[in-house]
Structures are given as C-alpha cells and as structure tokens.
C-alpha cells in the first residue's frame, strides 16, 4: 500500500483566518515533504521532517508552520495568508534512506486564499 | 547544483501510438535516482518508473520504459501502446543518493496528450 492522504481536498480562506492541512501515511516512512506547486510547474519543496524532527525548511515565510506530531501524521498550519499562496499543498513521504527513497505523493489540498 | 530539463512543454500522440518523452540532467555525481512521476489534471501524482544510477539495464513498468544513458545524462521516457488514461503532465525528478536528506529536483514538466 502506497496511500499517502490529505485532508480537506479544497479551502477557502481568508487572509485573517487560521486553517491547518493534514496528511496522513500508515506506509512506515519516517521523512515526510510538504510541497506546494502552482498550476502547470513543478512541486517546490517547503518542508522535510526526518524522525518527526524538522530537518530542512526552505526558506518558507513563518504564516506557513508545519507540524510533525508523530511519525504517521504531518500538519502545515496557516496564518495570515496571501492572495500568492493560492496553490495546491502537497504531502509526500518516503524511507529515511537507502533504495527504497522514493517519494509517494498525496492527492493535495487546493487552497483558494481570498 | 543539479538540474533537471525538459525541453519540451507539450506532445501529442495518438492513442495506441508510442511516444517518447525527453529528459536531460545536469549532475556531478555518480550515484543518484532517476524518476518519471505523472500528474494527471486535477489528480494525483504518480510514480511511473524509476532507475538507479548504478544500475546499466533500463528499468521498465509494463507500457512504460526508460532509455538512461548515463554518460550523456539523458533519461528519456517511453509510453508504448497509448491510451486515453495516459493523457497528464509528466514531470523528470532527479534525488541524490548522498544524504538522506537529499531533495528531489524536478523538471518543468511535459504535458502530453493522447488523441483518440
């Protein structure tokens, strides 16, 4: 089983509200991604968690805070969101290292920031 | 730095057709992963095939195979037979195989579709 779920799929919000997403994989990984990618280009990385530790932030604005509460649950809270940050988010996880490091990607959440 | 290019942005086959999509990369190194994910619209993004560096036989997923020639840091992708469902945007990633850490780095991407 290589499921790797999100929730919600779509979201509205606005530019004052705090939402989270969530992601969610029962596959045994132990690195989880948080991605967002606009229509038509390529997922840009924002966040890895390693053993529930956060290993590399790429240089995300501080209104996007991820969250890693435990090794099958990753969460990406928002606040005080831009109109920009209109995209999909997408959650991906893998094995910590070795061949098997592919990354399996959830179905996203489109969030509408209005 | 790595980089990943697909030089095409769009292809058309037509179904039952084989098409070939390509890729070029840019790496210093000499142990990495290859993958081909497949996003169809306003769905999921899939895994299609993936290869080792160290490995010389191309990998192959049923209707799917690659063409790696690893001197010239080309990974092309072969869909053989076309079909409808085979219609999406196909993304070239790159991961090293040095640090567990390593990210992936894509390619812009080739939207392919599939004419009935």
């Known amino acids: 089983d290589t499921e790797v779920t999100q929730t919600p799929k779509h979201l509205v919000m606005g530019m004052t509200n705090k939402k989270s997403l969530k992601c969610e994989q029962h596959m045994g990984h132990r690195a989880m991604y948080w991605y967002k990618q606009k229509a038509k280009k390529p997922p840009e990385l924002m966040f890895v968690y390693s053993y529930e530790k956060l290993s590399i932030n790429e240089s995300v604005p501080s209104r996007f805070s991820p969250e890693c509460p435990n090794s099958s649950l990753l969460n990406l809270h928002l606040h005080a969101l831009q109109p920009e940050d209109s995209a999909l988010y997408l959650c991906a996880s893998s094995h910590y290292r070795g061949i098997a490091e592919t990354q399996y990607f959830g179905p996203g959440t489109r969030l509408l920031v209005l | 730095a790595q980089t990943v290019t697909q030089s095409q942005p769009e292809m058309s086959v037509q179904e039952a057709e084989t098409v070939t999509l390509s890729c070029t990369y840019d790496?210093?190194?000499?142990?990495?992963?290859l993958f081909w994910y497949k996003q169809p619209p306003s769905r999921q993004m899939i895994l299609v095939i993936r290869q080792e560096a160290y490995k010389q036989q191309n990998a192959t997923e049923n209707r799917f195979s690659v063409n790696f020639q690893k001197a010239a840091k080309s990974f092309s992708l072969k869909i053989s037979d076309s079909q409808l469902g085979d219609a999406a945007m196909y993304f070239c990633a790159y991961r090293s195989a040095s640090g567990a850490n390593s990210k992936l780095t894509f390619g812009k991407g080739i939207t392919l579709s599939v004419r009935p």
């Open positions: 790496t210093s190194e000499s142990d990495y992963y």
